[in-house]
């Protein structure tokens, strides 16, 4: 069966400083991999969508950038972090290309700026 | 832009109370409906969806919902719930042939027992 880690669950890191955080999906291939903020009363935010290796889609310009080194490892990353970074991040993964399936999710990591 | 709309933003009910959530989205051509659900300290994980077919499909946990093409809703529906329906509830859209999946803002559901 398939799962899908992420790490870390939380963080706590300054204003400026860099950040990296890392998902992997097991037991598929070729998945689409999806980064979204999650915000109170805001829904998910997709941030970042790939559907290959070396293949990154920005949804939304901002502070941050994702990578995709191998096939089922998905980076989220920050040079220089803001406050407004702050907040709980999901990484999801579906199957196909144009798949009609459905979206399953990580179990986040908190992420707070101070 | 496509989006999503959950107008009920919070919703308070007591056991056994019908429920119904509804979610409007703005896009003219073929989509794949979804509603995802999070309970407290858990994963976000799948209630039920659509794709074609019988516009009424029904999800875990005796949900149900129905698909309205020309009202562009796909309201979620429950006859009875329960205390363990306490969570948050979340509208996703689709669109055929592309990869971006829109969700809406979310429902907080509390169920008093």
């Known amino acids: 069966s398939q799962t899908i880690h992420q790490w870390p669950a939380t963080l706590v890191q300054p204003v400026g400083s860099p950040l990296s955080l890392e998902c992997t999906v097991e037991?598929?291939?070729?998945?689409?991999l999806y980064w979204y903020r999650q915000a109170a009363g805001r829904g998910l935010q997709l941030l970042f969508y790939s559907v290959g290796i070396g293949q990154i889609s920005s949804e939304v310009p901002q502070n941050l950038s994702a990578s995709r080194p191998q096939d089922r490892q998905f980076i989220l990353s920050s040079k220089k972090l803001l406050l407004s970074d702050s907040g709980f991040y999901l990484c999801a993964w579906s199957e196909g290309h144009y798949s009609t399936y459905e979206q399953y999710f990580g179990p986040g990591t908190r992420l707070t700026v101070t | 832009a496509q989006s999503v709309s959950q107008h009920n933003h919070h919703v308070i009910l007591s056991e056994a109370a019908s429920l119904e959530l509804g979610c409007n989205y703005s896009y003219g051509g073929t989509v794949n409906l979804f509603w995802y659900v999070q309970y407290p300290g858990q994963h976000l994980q799948l209630l039920l969806k659509y794709f074609s077919g019988d516009p009424l499909v029904k999800g875990i946990k005796g949900f149900e919902a129905e698909f309205i093409k020309s009202k562009f809703s796909f309201n979620l529906r429950k006859p009875s719930v329960q205390w363990s329906d306490t969570a948050e509830y979340f509208c996703?859209?689709?669109?055929?042939?592309?990869?971006?999946?829109?969700f809406g803002t979310g429902t907080r559901l509390k169920v008093l027992a």
């Open positions: 996703a859209v689709k669109s055929s042939g592309t990869y971006k999946y829109i």
């Open positions: 037991g598929t291939s070729n998945p689409n």
